[in-house]
């Protein structure tokens, strides 16, 4: 037994004497006469019965037994053929009622032609799934998967393969399948007739526009992601969604679809979305966006956003962990954060929409959406847009006088979340029974209490999914950033709810790193109750008016100040704001080396004070003292701390003056280079290289 499977393994082609184990593709028996007289002709020799070709071999056999059959076609009749051939010879025979019937003589069959071509290919099989070898609910590979693997792989699937249908979307592959198609043969045996329709369809794949492609789906996805910000799986599920939508003689629905996602992703004119995606005329981006537009409005926003659209229970899903802990919310309370946004447009020559539209305070035309929006980043709703002499708490209250709106969402001690400028607003809110969120007011004040710092800091701990929502949109659809033309204003409120509408369908959320959250509340309920007791020794001990000269902080100074790691940082400042604040402090007080320029002194062995200069104007400087534990490791080694600057009396964190220092000390100084943000913006105006040019009527003009 283990000779005969020896001898088996050690077995070669009787053609080309290549060990049969290592062949791809199918072994052939020779076991008839014509075979062996076959493979005389193609080989030049003589050999036994039932000896074993390789499936290359067994191609040239076939070619000889075609070549025969052209020559001598009786040789190659079969019972078939034999039985047309009497059906021709009586083709005139009579009918039931004696006239005679003449039959066309059937035409003799084409033998195949077979070409061997150095292209590589899969494996050829019709049993099992070609990608994962699944032998059930396989079907058959679609041309156009078949051209799609060719154009992106140069791998030839041979015709009758199949696949499994879990491979396929619209008879194309998905684009991670293409990755695990793998050769099985160098070569290739292609029809002459496979052959040309091969090369028909690349000429026209060849000559196709993108927006042919688009409409065939054998646009590339890599591309259609750069495009649309979507993958061809997610254009197909909104492609589902309009149902009122047809397709015309021009385009198809997914044409029209792209085309609008491709103008507000990269908010390109009309002609230069035309020229990129191959249309004929421009007018026909317009077209495409209204049709679009109308689906949209029709179809899928009346379901799929908006205030009705969604229960309260499941935006009570959307708290977060932060906002349970830190404001003692209830499993049966909702918070919501508001906020608004702008939306610049052109200057109108109607005087009266021109006053509405001009803002005071950013000084150019433009229009305001509002945002309403989770603690973890989903938006319930995008409402107006309203007038530029709006602000935002004229807004909430407009929007809390509709009894179908947010009145009927929101309940008692439903909690909102909001900043500053929601201040005219808060004693109406609070009037209606919700509680109010807002940071602490300055005043005419220099400096906020302890408490009010805190309370500030614990709010935006929360607040900032809103902001980080009105910057990733505006990132990612530019059409909402660039100034609108005056003649798509009528639908700048439809553009913004779609854009919403795509960040929730297919965007993510916005939540603190979870593998922090647990340690930066339990810091911030720990620290929001405590004094700042070094202020108050700061105060009076008339600290901050000693004329004791400051000392330049150099490599060998301070080494017993605690080191900290990231992570510790991060839960030192309750986050990472903080932390990237501080490093663009620190790029503005480096110089050409890359050193450091803090001024320091010591107010006791363990009391640092240092200046640093603030972000907004350059002339000034404030104080900032930190008292640590010398040599000490991780945040726990930095005791107190106090600045001079508004925010610098809290304890939950820190101010941005602080973070500076502490990062610095503590982590900055040990690592080999400390990254500029922004460097080449550093130099751009200097001196010997461009000169910026303002004139006193810029702002005129």
């Not at 492609?239 to 609008?260: E, F, H, I, K």
């Not at 989770?374 to 107006?384: C, E, H, P, Q």
């Amino acid at each position: 037994m283990e000779e005969e499977i020896k001898r088996k393994k050690y077995q070669k082609c009787a053609g080309c004497d290549i060990y049969l184990h290592k062949a791809s593709g199918y072994i052939k028996t020779l076991d008839t006469e014509d075979d062996l007289s076959n493979f005389l002709q193609a080989f030049g020799k003589n050999v036994d019965m039932n000896v074993e070709l390789c499936s290359k071999c067994y191609s040239k056999l076939r070619l000889v037994s075609h070549q025969k059959s052209k020559q001598d076609p009786s040789k190659q009749e079969t019972p078939e053929s034999s039985i047309d051939s009497q059906f021709a010879s009586s083709s005139q025979s009579s009918s039931m009622d004696g006239s005679q019937v003449v039959y066309p003589e059937p035409k003799p069959q084409e033998p195949v032609e077979l070409i061997e071509m150095p292209i590589q290919r899969t494996i050829c099989t019709h049993a099992y799934c070609f990608l994962c070898k699944l032998l059930s609910g396989i079907i058959q590979v679609p041309v156009e998967a078949r051209m799609q693997v060719y154009a992106h792989n140069r791998i030839y699937i041979p015709a009758g393969n199949r696949c499994c249908r879990k491979h396929l979307i619209k008879n194309r592959f998905y684009q991670d399948e293409l990755d695990n198609i793998k050769v099985h043969s160098s070569t290739s045996t292609i029809t002459v007739t496979e052959l040309s329709k091969l090369l028909e369809q690349l000429s026209v794949r060849v000559d196709a526009e993108i927006h042919d492609k688009v409409g065939d789906f054998t646009f590339p996805e890599e591309r259609l992601i750069v495009l649309t910000g979507l993958t061809w799986e997610n254009i197909i599920e909104l492609r589902g969604m309009m149902t009122s939508l047809r397709d015309s003689v021009s385009r198809n629905v997914t044409q029209a679809l792209v085309v609008l996602l491709f103008k507000l992703v990269s908010g390109n004119s009309n002609k230069i979305i035309c020229a990129v995606l191959g249309l004929e005329r421009d007018q026909q981006v317009s077209d495409f966006c209204n049709s679009i537009l109308t689906s949209f409005e029709k179809d899928v926003l009346p379901t799929r956003f908006g205030i009705g659209v969604i229960s309260r229970e499941e935006l009570i899903n959307h708290n977060t962990p932060v906002t349970k802990a830190l404001h003692d919310i209830k499993d049966n309370e909702l918070a919501l954060i508001a906020d608004g946004t702008y939306l610049r447009h052109e200057k109108s020559s109607n005087n009266n929409y021109q006053r509405k539209s001009f803002s005071g305070q950013k000084k150019v035309p433009l229009c305001k959406p509002f945002t309403i929006c989770t603690l973890d980043g989903y938006i319930v709703d995008s409402a107006g847009p309203f007038k530029a002499n709006l602000n935002d708490a004229q807004i909430m209250e407009c929007l809390m006088q509709d009894p179908n709106g947010l009145r009927k969402l929101m309940q008692k001690n439903d909690l909102w979340v909001v900043d500053r400028g929601f201040r005219d607003v808060k004693e109406k809110l609070e009037t209606l029974g919700f509680k109010v969120l807002m940071p602490a007011l300055k005043g005419k004040r220099n400096q906020l209490t302890a408490d009010e710092s805190n309370h500030s800091r614990s709010v935006t701990a929360i607040r900032w999914p809103v902001e980080v929502v009105h910057g990733v949109i505006g990132n990612k659809y530019k059409l909402l950033r660039h100034k609108f033309y005056n003649t798509m204003l009528p639908k700048a409120g439809l553009y913004c709810k779609v854009a919403c509408f795509l960040q929730n369908k297919f965007g993510k959320r916005f939540i603190t790193d979870p593998s922090l959250t647990d340690e930066i509340v339990s810091r911030m309920i720990e620290q929001r109750n405590l004094e700042n007791t070094l202020a108050s020794e700061v105060e009076t001990g008339h600290w901050s008016r000693r004329k004791i000269p400051f000392q330049l902080i150099t490599s060998d100074q301070l080494l017993d100040f605690p080191e900290l790691t990231e992570r510790d940082l991060k839960i030192f400042f309750t986050g990472t704001y903080q932390l990237q604040q501080s490093i663009s402090y620190l790029a503005e007080m480096m110089d050409e080396d890359n050193k450091i320029e803090l001024y320091y002194l010591k107010e006791t062995n363990e009391i640092l004070k240092v200046q640093v200069r603030s972000r907004h104007v350059s002339r000034k400087t404030y104080n900032s003292y930190i008292h640590y534990r010398p040599n000490s490791i991780g945040y726990k080694g930095i005791r107190r701390h106090y600045c001079e600057c508004a925010n610098g009396n809290r304890t939950i964190g820190c101010c941005a003056h602080i973070a500076a220092v502490i990062y610095y000390l503590s982590h900055g100084r040990y690592l080999s280079k400390i990254v500029k943000p922004a460097e080449i913006l550093s130099s751009i105006f200097a001196v010997e290289k461009v000169s910026a040019v303002i004139n006193d009527d810029s702002d005129e003009d």
